[in-house]
Structure formats: structure tokens, C-alpha cells
């Protein structure tokens, strides 16, 4: 699934004290968290009991016309389903858009059903939800912020990616970073920080990216308080194989927060529902890959 990938135009470097203080581990891919999130690098489809039932019935992403949307959930909805009720289509920003859909006998995402969307499709959106209970989050990009606030986000990010590991001998260490995409929410009395950091290898013979995910977190009662990693995915390759990282949307769940994120990759992408554990960890909840 293509989508569109605007960098931020703010680059900064990685601090002396920050590098000097960056660990080392033996993986190509490093997955970090408070707690053990490592999953097999080709995830496969979750099952249906690994659903989160406050999302609703059914999950929608973009496909490549704007008429159109692939199901992700349920893998075989009925016609009935699909003409049910209006699904509503959501954007990062937690903004809503009611559709209604209509069945398609013709068009398939690999093994995932593709429908119609009648009436007024909005330009952007993320996920479509059909008869959710979950409160969606709103969620402010680092780019539609005031210039001081999404600089010292930045830096926050930056300094929360270079301390964590990279593999023994990355040609990536020390190289600056650059903020990619981030966005920050608030639920629980927490304040979250979900960035997508980005560094280059420019060299003719050998390119190379590392792409980095970084969900951070802190009291919202005291903004002094520095944001502490709670999990963390790293992909090095070259442009087409790094994985990229893109958050879909947020949402409270019945027990904690729910992130909704796409993986891309040149052939597939990983849809995943990650979920905070009460001890303050994420996990996977529930994911699915497609190959369009």
C-alpha cells in the first residue's frame, strides 16, 4: 500500500552525551520495550479472538483510489455487514467522516476484500470503524504545532532514539536524525509521544536508511518530567526494504490505549493494534499483513 511520506523539515544531530551513551545488541531489526515485545520479523495475520471488540465490527484502511477501502476485519464480511450500518472514517487527528459502503465483486487486496465508499470521501484519512464503543484520542502532529513546541519535541525524540541499542558495528551510529512524522495524546493522566525518526547513509556505492519507532511517555501532571521509552521498533536496510513506520490513530480502549499503526515495506504492509499493558508496556494485540 503506497503512502504518501513528508519529512519534517528538521534535522538535528545526535549530542555527544547522548551517542556516547547508546547501547549495543546482536539484532539486524532491534524491537525494544520496557518489557519483551520482540515478534518474528514476518508477522503473520492474528486471530479473530485477538481482536479488540471496542473497535467494532469491521476495520477499514485507504486503498489506492479514493473510492475505495480494503477490509481489514473481519477476513470474510458478509454483504450484509458491509451494508449494515455508515462506517466512520478517521484521520490521525481523531477527526470523523460518516460513509456508507457498498459491496464489490470485482476488486480484491490480495485476500482482503476491497468495498465502495458512497457519498463525500474526505482527502486524508487513516481507518474506517463500523459500530465502535472505543473513545477515539485526539492526536496533534509535530507539525501543525507552534515552532518552539514541535522543536523541543524533536529534540525530545531525538535524544529518546539515540540512546537506544543498535546492532555491533551499524553503520548508522553517531549519524544524525531526522524527525520523520510524530504525534503526542493524552489518556489515563499520561501524556504520549509517538515519533517515526529517520537516518541516511549517503554513500554512492551503499545507501542505506535506519528507520526508527519510538512510543514515549510521562505524567501529564508535570511536564518537567522527561519522556521515558515505553517501546521501540528499528529497521535498517535501504529505502525500499527499511520498514516505515506510519501511526494510524488512537483510541481508549475498554482497559488502556490502543495505537493503530501501519508497517510498509515494498511488497506488504503490517496493520497492527498495539496495546498498553497495565504495567505500562505495549504489546500487539492483534495484527494483519497484506500484499497489494
Known amino acids: 500500500m503506497s503512502r504518501e511520506r513528508v519529512v519534517l523539515s528538521l534535522l538535528l544531530s545526535c549530542a555527544a552525551a547522548w551517542t556516547s551513551s547508546c547501547r549495543k545488541r546482536d539484532a539486524s531489526n532491534v524491537r525494544d520495550s520496557a518489557a519483551d515485545t520482540m515478534r518474528p520479523a514476518s508477522a503473520a495475520s492474528s486471530s479473530a479472538s485477538d481482536w479488540a471488540t471496542e473497535l467494532g465490527q469491521m476495520l477499514l484502511v485507504p486503498s ?161 518530567e522527561p519522556f521515558v521509552v515505553a517501546y521501540s521498533e528499528r529497521s535498517e536496510g535501504t529505502e525500499d526494504t527499511a520498514e516505515h513506520f506510519e501511526t494510524l490513530a488512537a483510541v481508549r480502549g475498554r482497559d488502556s490505549p490502543l495505537l493503530l499503526v501501519a508497517r510498509d515495506q515494498l511488497s506488504k504492509t503490517t496493520y497492527e493494534i498495539l496495546e498498553r499493558r497495565p504495567d505500562g508496556t505495549w504489546r500487539t494485540r492483534w495484527s494483519r499483513t497484506l500484499a497489494c
Request: glycine share 8%.
Open 64 to 224: 489506492d483510489s479514493n473510492k475505495t477501502a480494503v477490509v481489514l476485519y473481519p477476513i470474510d464480511p458478509s454483504a450484509r455487514l458491509i451494508g449494515s450500518q455508515p462506517t466512520t472514517l478517521v484521520n490521525a487527528a481523531g477527526d470523523t467522516t460518516r460513509v456508507k459502503l457498498v459491496p464489490s465483486d470485482s476488486q480484491e487486496c490480495g485476500d482482503a476484500p476491497v468495498v465502495h465508499l458512497a457519498g463525500a470521501v474526505p482527502a486524508a484519512w487513516s481507518v474506517g470503524l463500523l459500530a465502535r464503543s472505543a473513545k477515539l484520542l485526539r492526536m496533534d502532529s509535530i507539525a501543525g504545532l507552534p515552532s518552539a513546541d514541535s522543536a523541543r519535541l524533536a529534540a525530545e525524540l531525538t535524544r529518546l532514539a539515540s540512546a537506544l541499542a543498535t546492532q555491533p558495528g551499524s553503520r548508522f551510529t553517531g549519524l544524525p536524525f531526522a524527525v520523520f512524522g510524530a504525534h503526542r495524546f493524552e489518556s489515563d493522566g499520561r501524556q504520549f509521544l509517538v515519533g517515526h525518526l529517520v537516518r541516511h547513509l549517503n554513500q554512492e556505492a551503499a545507501p542505506g536508511e535506519e528507520r526508527t519507532f519510538v512510543i514515549a511517555e510521562r505524567s501529564s501532571s508535570s511536564r518537567a
